[in-house]
């Protein structure tokens, strides 16, 4: 049996036209009965780069007696150029993570996946401290099983305190490290009551990683980059599935 966890990312394709752009992450998050693709803001548009795919293409797995088996499907992100995607912005701007809702008649009918919903948002904040340990599971510079189609998972932990908006940004900081091609990707931690992760989705979700923090100041022949990212807090799915 795949761990669900796994089953819950998907490869993400940023797509004009017929030209390929970027390699990203995303998973799912369900809501009353409604399937949401969840992945970094800038995946779907970046002001400063002239970054603006037309839509997405996602992997997904479609038999569930072989996981090698898999689909791509082509997700528009504009009707009449008007963003198909919802975004949020918070005291301190817009806030890097997007999503797109599914469209159930779009997908395929043997669909093998798992995804967050409400019950998966962390309920008591004092649970997660500084140093906890987690997950941050996706795509990295492309990197995947290539035959079974399955993201890979980097341990991180949280580096800043949780709960807290760092330097008053909707993020908190995670320890790890990490590259092009996460964005995106969730970041969870395992109840301490839960042993397996192989049925049903017992993660917490605590945020959705977005990009790598450095300083300015840093001397790039003397010092190594920090390995610190941001994760935005995950509460903000519950304003953009509504």
């Known amino acids: ?13 940023t797509m004009w036209g017929a030209t390929k752009l970027t390699n990203a992450t995303g998973f799912f998050f369900e809501r009353s009965n409604r399937l949401f693709l969840v992945t970094a803001r800038h995946v779907l548009f970046d002001e400063p780069s002239g970054h603006r795919p037309d839509r997405l293409l ?3 797995h479609t038999d569930p007696e072989n996981v090698a088996v898999t689909s791509l499907l082509s997700v528009p992100l ?10 949020a912005s918070d005291s301190s701007g817009i806030v890097d993570i997007a999503v797109v809702e599914l469209q159930r008649g779009a997908l395929p009918g043997n669909l ?3 995804a967050f919903s409400e ?5 008591e904040l004092e649970k997660i401290e500084v140093g906890t340990p987690i997950l941050i599971v996706g795509f990295p510079l492309g990197f995947h099983d290539t035959l ?39 970041v969870v931690a395992r109840p301490a009551s839960q042993k397996s992760g192989r ?8 945020g959705v990683h977005t990009t790598r923090v450095d300083v300015t100041n840093r001397d790039v022949t003397e010092d190594e980059r920090l390995n610190l990212n941001c994760a935005w807090y995950s509460d903000i799915l519950l304003a953009l599935t509504l």
């Open 199 to 206: 049925g049903d989705l017992h993660w917490t979700l605590l």
């Open 1 to 13: 049996m795949i761990e669900s966890l796994l089953l819950a990312v998907t490869r993400v394709t």
């Open 148 to 186: 079974h189609h399955l993201p890979v998972a980097r341990q991180a932990v949280i580096a800043s305190a949780f709960g807290i908006r760092f330097q008053g940004h909707g993020y908190f900081l995670t320890d790890a490290q990490m590259h092009r091609g996460s964005s995106g990707a969730p």
């Open 119 to 123: 019950a998966s948002l962390v309920d």
């Open 78 to 87: 504009y009707n009449l150029d008007q963003p198909l995607w919802r975004e």
């Open 112 to 114: 093998l996946v798992q």
């Open 58 to 60: 996602i992997e997904l």
